[in-house]
């Protein structure tokens, strides 16, 4: 089913994905939206979306997860996003996003703003790949997170069942500040 996707046609803006087939072109409507960072704590999601339910948790093969934009931003440290990066993987859980909500994220998540865009992911799940999109950040990687926001990621990654490797791994990351106190 998933096939004749790998030579779609992605409109990194929109929702639609256009695969064209001999018979016409087919239309999938992306409702999944892959969390990565701190959105994977799904209290926090239900706070933003309220109408999108956590269905299931994946792995975006091929990804790396890593920080951006200390400097553009002017914040204490810098922000999660993700690369295109072969030999790695990030942990996401996914979110059935009504549209009512999409809006809103879309806010929550700096895309109107400029700072994220949209992209569409291929996310590996036990069910079988599914297509979801991200946030990633829209400018260029480095910077290092609060030692407060790392350890929101990792409590955001635990709640959401991330194996307990991928979560110790997230706290030994280093950070801009000492404790998460700060």
């Given at each position: 089913?998933?096939?004749?996707?790998r030579s779609?046609?992605?409109?990194?803006?929109?929702?639609?994905?256009?695969?064209?087939?001999?018979?016409?072109?087919?239309?999938?409507v992306?409702?999944?939206y892959?969390a990565?960072?701190s959105n994977?704590?799904p209290?926090?999601?239900?706070?933003?979306?309220?109408?999108?339910?956590m269905?299931?948790?994946?792995w975006?093969?091929?990804?790396?997860?890593?920080f951006?934009?200390?400097?553009?931003?002017?914040?204490e440290?810098?922000?999660?996003?993700?690369?295109?990066?072969?030999?790695?993987?990030v942990?996401?859980?996914?979110?059935?996003?009504?549209?009512?909500?999409?809006?809103?994220?879309?806010?929550?998540?700096?895309?109107t703003?400029?700072?994220?865009?949209?992209?569409?992911?291929?996310?590996?799940t036990l069910?079988?790949?599914?297509?979801a999109?991200?946030?990633?950040f829209?400018g260029?990687?480095?910077?290092?997170?609060?030692?407060?926001?790392?350890?929101e990621?990792?409590?955001?990654?635990?709640?959401?069942g991330?194996p307990?490797?991928?979560?110790d791994?997230?706290?030994?990351?280093?950070t801009r500040?000492?404790?998460p106190?700060?």
């Amino acid at each position: 089913m998933l096939g004749p996707l790998r030579s779609a046609v992605v409109s990194p803006a929109a929702r639609v994905i256009f695969s064209p087939t001999p018979q016409g072109a087919i239309v999938i409507v992306v409702r999944l939206y892959a969390a990565y960072g701190s959105n994977l704590d799904p209290a926090r999601m239900r706070a933003y979306c309220p109408h999108s339910p956590m269905i299931g948790t994946g792995w975006l093969e091929g990804w790396r997860l890593t920080f951006a934009g200390e400097e553009m931003l002017g914040w204490e440290g810098a922000v999660t996003t993700i690369v295109e990066s072969p030999d790695d993987r990030v942990f996401v859980a996914l979110y059935d996003v009504h549209p009512r909500d999409e809006a809103q994220l879309d806010e929550v998540e700096g895309v109107t703003a400029g700072t994220y865009r949209k992209l569409h992911v291929r996310v590996a799940t036990l069910d079988g790949d599914v297509t979801a999109w991200v946030y990633v950040f829209d400018g260029y990687e480095g910077g290092l997170p609060t030692a407060w926001y790392l350890s929101e990621i990792a409590n955001a990654a635990e709640k959401a069942g991330a194996p307990k490797d991928y979560v110790d791994a997230l706290r030994a990351r280093p950070t801009r500040t000492a404790t998460p106190d700060l």
